[in-house]
């Protein structure tokens, strides 16, 4: 079978056609000039080609940003290299005759201003994460402090969708939710890095490693939710934009709960973030020392994902009762299907918790010119053997995405798995 591990990494030409000269002429002292002559024009040809490229590849693409100056590592760049020469300077979903093997199927999809009747207030939902509960699905987004509820079905204007707690709980700042999970009756959300430190060195200091994700355990009733703890994670990032973009939880054999936090850029580092196929999640757990005046996740140990699973970022990450892991990454509008080595049947052992070497990555679903649509996936979750729920960010603004990415975002989707 062949390596399906990225199969949406398009490599812009390197050379338009028809860049190279071989016009005879009739005139032989004619010709040392004119040959020069053809050569700057094809050196010209290749630098418009080259910047046309570079600008319909980064625009015209939700896996976005050219691969030009990308440092690849190993067993990264080895994946990438065999998805690139699969898929040549020119990929056709057309001509591709594994399309339907190695794309996610749309099942039905609903934006989230057609959720809710009321919609407090709220004019843009930067969703970020979502976990199913029974029948009913659970989501955040990092603008907001609400927990939006609502059933699988995606009704739209259900009385039933509903957004619990107070979207503006902390006035003029965002959440920074980026991750949901159950357990235990409580839900844990994660936000993503905070700084923890004197604001006003901030500003001036240059050193790093006062930023820390926050994860809040939640009880929520039936329109508002109470904050019963909230605990700052023990691993330290670099900044505020590069933590931890997703979140599970088991118990292990004790009962103890650990929480397995998914980092967004490869080494869990915003500098070494392009390092592709490098993508972590930290396994943690919390402190019990009485003695401590603040809670903390303690990190247990970090754990590499496949180089497999070959991204620039990892955007959302869901783990079943059963050990099957799903990884998204929102730059190549894909997601790494895999196995977790230490789950069974919901129970965690922390010390044997690791990832299976082989998986498969699926793309989302391309539109009628094989252009990338779902630009902003930052939520997964299984919803059983053969379906997964997503949730769509906000397209980015200021022309940092092409228009084909607004159709789809700020939207909950539900795919079928080939």
Known sequence: MPDESSSLLPSPPLTPDG??????????????TAAAGQSAAAAILVVIGLTIVFFNTS????????????????????VLEKSLNRLGNKYSCEKDDRYSKVTLK????????????????QKKYEASDVTIVGDEVYSVCDNSWAISRFGKSLLPFNEENVQVGDPNRVPDEDSGYEAIFHHEGLFYVVRESVYHGDHEERKSASNMGE??????????????????????CEFEFEGDSKGFEGAVGFPDEDDVLYIVGLCEGNHCSESRKNDVGNGRVVLMKKSEDPEMTQCVWETVRVVNIPPSAAFLDYSAIDITQDGRVAITSQEHSAVWLGQAKGID???????????????????????????????????????????????SDKMKSKGRQDFRCHDKDQSIHAFVIP
């Open 19 to 32: 860049a190279t000269g071989g016009v005879n002429h009739r005139n032989s002292r004619f010709s040392l």
């Open 59 to 78: 625009q015209h693409d939700g896996s976005a940003s050219s691969l030009l100056g990308y440092k690849m590592s190993g067993n990264g760049k080895k």
């Open 106 to 121: 749309r099942a039905y999809e609903l934006p989230y201003a057609a959720l809710f009747q009321d919609q407090r207030g």
């Open 211 to 232: 930023y820390h994700a926050i994860i809040e355990e939640l009880e929520l009733s039936e329109n508002d939710y109470t904050v019963v703890n909230e605990c700052r």
């Open 345 to 391: 049947n919901g129970i965690i052992d922390p010390i044997g918790f690791d990832f299976e070497v082989k998986g498969k990555v699926l793309q989302f679903p391309k539109d009628g010119g094989c252009h990338t649509i779902y630009c902003n996936i930052e939520g997964i979750h299984f919803m059983n053997d053969d379906m997964l729920m997503a949730v």
